[in-house]
Antibody, heavy 120, light 108 residues
Framework: QITLKESGPPLVKPTQTLTLTCTFS??????????VGWIRQPPGKALEWLAL???????RYSPSLKSRLTITKDTSKNQVVLTMTNMDPVDTATYYC????????????WGQGALVTVSS | DIVMTQSPATLSVSPGERATLSCRAS??????LAWYQQKPGQAPRLLIY???TRATGIPARFSGSGSGTEFTLTISSLQSEDFAVYYC??????????FGPGTKVDIK
C-alpha cells in the first residue's frame, strides 16, 4: 500500500525559504522507474506542477519556478525534500507530494497535502 | 508550454443524469491525458489516464475519450459522491506537465 505524507511549517514569512518533506511508504525510490513529484494548489484555484525527482536522481522543475526550487531525496529515509526560496504571499497554497505512475507523468497516489501560508 | 482549458467552468446536473466534461489542449498531447476528481479538503484522485483507461478501482460510469487536442470525461449516471471538481492534466509534453482550470460539477 502506497502512502505519502507532507510535513513542513504552516506559516512562513515573505522572503523566507520553505522546506517541505514528503515521507512515503509502499515503494522504494531506489527502484528503477520510480519517482516522487510535488504539485501545489492555491486556495480555490487549480493545480500547478512544481518538481519531480526519479530513482536515478534525475530532477525536473517547472520552468516558471526553476530558479527558486530544489528537490532532493533521501532513499534511506524514504523521504523527498522540496525547498522553495524567496517565498511570497502568492505562494500560499496546499502543497502535495505524489507518486507518478512509472515515468509517464500522471500521479496515481497523493499525499493529504500541507497548507502553507505566506504572511508577515 | 501547453495550455489546458476546460469547459464548462461549472456544470449543474441532477443525480442520475449524464455529465459531459470537456478538456482542450493548445497543441496535440496525443493520448497523454489524465483526469482527476477532487472533493473539498481532499487530494485529487486519479480517474482516467492515457485518455481512456480507468484507474484501479474507478467505477465503470466514468469514461474518457478523445486524442490530440480534444478530450471528454463522461459520467454516465451521476451519483451523490460524484459532485466534485474535475481536472484534466496533459503529460505528453514531458516533464512540462500542465493541468486545466477545472470543472465543478454541482447538484442541479
Amino acid at each position: 500500500q502506497i502512502t505519502l505524507k507532507e510535513s513542513g511549517p504552516p506559516l512562513v514569512k515573505p522572503t523566507q525559504t520553505l522546506t517541505l518533506t514528503c515521507t512515503f511508504s509502499g515503494f522504494s525510490l531506489s527502484a528503477r522507474g520510480v519517482g516522487v513529484g510535488w504539485i501545489r494548489q492555491p486556495p480555490g484555484k487549480a493545480l500547478e506542477w512544481l518538481a519531480l525527482i526519479y530513482w536515478d536522481d534525475d530532477k525536473r522543475y517547472s520552468p516558471s519556478l526553476k530558479s527558486r526550487l530544489t528537490i532532493t531525496k533521501d532513499t534511506s529515509k524514504n523521504q523527498v525534500v522540496l525547498t522553495m526560496t524567496n517565498m511570497d504571499p502568492v505562494d500560499t497554497a496546499t502543497y502535495y507530494c505524489a507518486h507518478p505512475y512509472d515515468t509517464s507523468g500522471f500521479y496515481d497516489y497523493w499525499g493529504q497535502g500541507a497548507l502553507v501560508t505566506v504572511s508577515s | 508550454d501547453i495550455v489546458m482549458t476546460q469547459s464548462p467552468a461549472t456544470l449543474s446536473v441532477s443525480p442520475g443524469e449524464r455529465a459531459t466534461l470537456s478538456c482542450r489542449a493548445s497543441q496535440s498531447v496525443s493520448s497523454g491525458l489524465a483526469w482527476y476528481q477532487q472533493k473539498p479538503g481532499q487530494a485529487p484522485r486519479l480517474l482516467i489516464y492515457a485518455a481512456t483507461t480507468r484507474a484501479t478501482g474507478i467505477p465503470a460510469r466514468f469514461s474518457g475519450s478523445g486524442s490530440g487536442t480534444e478530450f471528454t470525461l463522461t459520467i454516465s449516471s451521476l451519483q451523490s459522491e460524484d459532485f466534485a471538481v474535475y481536472y484534466c492534466q496533459q503529460y505528453n509534453d514531458w516533464p512540462l506537465f500542465t493541468f486545466g482550470p477545472g470543472t465543478k460539477v454541482d447538484i442541479k
